[in-house]
């Protein structure tokens, strides 16, 4: 039996954190290595991560000492703004180390391969930097991709979330009591993840993100404009012709519900259809965004940059 990956995971006590832990211990080719949260310093992993059986503790290493340590790939599940001292440590003392970056400070560098398997494998296999797409990023790319020959104005997209895409930082947008039986628009002018579609996509779009209740779960409404009348059928047979080979992209007729996301490691993608003068395009995506909004996307990163089969690891 072959030695599995060692994975250094810093930010390891967030909700992207969490999931993350539990995904490493249930792979046949990773091992953790270590886990970083200051906060959690000397606590066993497994009181977040039951499923962890190395009993393994969370450990407060500055960046200098976790670039010393031994892995094979080190995940970077920090705030937007925090990782640059972990990478300069890396670049510096082991350069030839993957790195995937969960935050939003590498996806408008071109240096860093853009992980977004289902559109950019290629540039993902062997590569050593690696940036994560944002939650939200992923459903809209997967909504307005099939489309994007067919455009005819500026598409519009209305995105509802959990309260986790907020971090576990306090702030209104994961106030519970705040929260309440309420849903809360923010963000609404230039949020990072409409400039990252734009700038991935290389068109320009409008983003309208809002958060309620619930902890999870993600889903994207996208209004596209077409340039051509088009029916609805010959639309949904474009979403059909780019995913129906796509094991994490599901398919369906009906309108997905945002809790049809929740717990889903890939994206469901529905309600696919057009407005009476075939001009206007509607499609709706839902996913949870802890999963391929974040976690599982990481993972699925490490196996393309380590060789492995895309889904080791992550059931389909």
Known sequence: MSEPFLVGLIGARGHTGRELLRLIAGHPELMLAYAV?????????????PEDQDECVFEALTPDEAAL????????ALPDGAADDYVNALE????????????????????????????NRAKIVNATRIANPGCYATAMQMALAPL????????????VSGYSGAGTTPSPKNDVARLKE????YGLVGHKHEREVAHQLGVPVRFMPHVHPAF??????????????????AVAALYDAQYGKEALVSLRNAPPELKDGTG???VLIGGINVSEDGRNAVVVAAEDNLLKGAAVQAIQNVNLA???????????
Request: charged share 25%.
């Open 264 to 266: 889903r490691n890939g």
């Open 182 to 185: 309420n849903l809360m628009p």
């Open 306 to 316: 380590l060789g492995l089969h895309e889904l080791t690891g992550i059931a389909a």
């Open 148 to 159: 994007l020959d067919r455009l005819g104005g500026v598409p519009a997209l209305f995105g």
């Open 69 to 76: 340590r031994r892995a094979d790939v080190v995940i970077l």
């Open 216 to 233: 999870r779960g993600l889903i994207v409404t996208a209004h596209i404009p077409l340039k051509e009348a088009i029916e609805a059928g």
């Open 92 to 119: 510096q003392k082991a350069p030839h180390r993957i790195i995937i970056d969960l935050s939003a400070d590498h996806r408008f560098d071109d240096a860093w391969a853009y992980g977004l398997p289902e559109f």
């Open 37 to 49: 949260s200051r906060e959690w310093a000397g606590r066993p992993v497994a009181e977040i991560a």
